[in-house]
């Protein structure tokens, strides 16, 4: 089944794109695709959003007989009473620039006392069939969030995200070991799970 991905998150696509390849799925990127404003309440009223938006603009376009995907997640922080969740996108502005933003939120823990360092990561996937039908699934993980950056591998807040089970950050893992253990492998699994006859 064609199935487009409603995302521009490159690291996102790339994860994805390793989950699924070998599944019922065949994901396509649309080049037109245009992400809407996206709200500050729910993973999944987000990740519909994202799905119905580009089904929307799919069907303007003609193609109606392909599914689409898109995939709205988050880090939680304990020490900040479950912020930035939904807002992970902007946390710090926007426009800020990785370093800074990463930067930022090393601060913020350690001026809420830097004991607390326990962290979730979210992902929540919508799948909207060619049909109408709609599948959304949820995956996460528990960490802790790492006193300084470690690893250059994954993308947005994985160096910061440290996974005790294996002394690691997910900065430090090759992109095969996060998609075992990661929130978005999780909800990759869910969703090919529910798509069983
Ligand atoms: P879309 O086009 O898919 O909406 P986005 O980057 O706006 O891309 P979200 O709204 O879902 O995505 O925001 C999630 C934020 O959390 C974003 O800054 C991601 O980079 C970050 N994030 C999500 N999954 C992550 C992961 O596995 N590792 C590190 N950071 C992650």
């Given at each position: 089944m064609i199935t487009y991905l409603?995302?521009?998150?490159?690291?996102?696509?790339?994860?994805?794109?390793?989950?699924?390849g070998n599944s019922p799925l065949q994901l396509r990127t649309y080049a037109a695709y245009r992400d809407p404003e996206e709200g500050h309440e729910s993973y999944v009223d987000n990740a519909l959003l994202k799905a119905r938006?580009?089904?929307?603009?799919?069907?303007?376009?003609?193609?109606?007989?392909?599914?689409?995907?898109?995939?709205?997640?988050?880090?939680e922080l304990d020490a900040l009473g479950g912020r930035p969740g939904v807002d992970s996108a902007v946390y710090a502005g926007a426009a800020t620039p990785w370093p800074q933003r990463l930067a930022t939120m090393m601060r913020e823990v350690d001026e809420?006392?830097?004991?607390?360092?326990?962290a979730r990561f979210v992902c929540v996937m919508a799948l909207i069939l060619?049909?109408?039908?709609?599948?959304?699934?949820?995956?996460?993980?528990?960490?802790?969030?790492?006193?300084?950056l470690?690893?250059?591998?994954?993308?947005?807040?994985?160096?910061?995200?440290?996974?005790?089970p294996i002394g690691k950050t997910f900065g430090q893992i090759p992109e095969r070991e996060?998609?075992?253990?990661s929130h978005r492998g999780r909800a990759a699994r869910a969703l090919l799970e529910a798509l069983k006859p």
């Open positions: 409603a995302s521009k998150n490159e690291g996102k696509l790339a994860e994805i794109r390793t989950m699924l938006a580009l089904r929307s603009q799919l069907h303007d376009a003609g193609i109606r007989d392909a599914a689409v995907l898109a995939d709205d997640s988050g880090i809420h006392g830097g004991r607390e360092r326990g060619p049909d109408g039908r709609e599948i959304v699934v949820e995956g996460d993980v528990r960490g802790e969030i790492s006193p300084q470690r690893g250059k591998n994954g993308f947005g807040y994985d160096p910061l995200f440290f996974y005790p996060k998609n075992e253990l």
